[in-house]
């Protein structure tokens, strides 16, 4: 993947969590169906949920041309996160 003519490696989990968000563009998606369709196993919520922020944070970072005010991957306060469309 590239991103400004750079390439950017992304890991297997940050991978499927653009994929996801790619495939809902534009749409809310609720934390708990994130964490559901790219961690199959959740057994304690916020630990998962902590680690959904982490690696959306890692995400922005290589993605967001300022990951300090992304517009890319945008928070949906308490509720998720939304794929951008007007970029």
Do not use: F
């Not at 950017?8 to 169906?33: A, F, R, S």
């Not at 369709?37 to 959904?52: F, G, N």
């Amino acid at each position: 993947m590239e991103v400004k003519d750079r390439p950017i490696h992304l890991t297997p989990t940050e991978y499927d969590l653009l994929k996801v968000l790619v495939l809902n563009m534009g749409k809310v998606m609720p934390h708990g169906q994130i964490l559901k369709e790219v961690w199959d196993k959740i057994e304690d919520v916020e630990e998962a949920l902590h680690l959904l922020r982490v690696t959306i944070s890692n995400l922005r970072n290589k993605i967001e041309p300022d990951p300090d005010r992304p517009t890319c991957i945008l928070t949906e306060p308490c509720i998720g996160y939304r794929l951008c469309t007007d970029r």
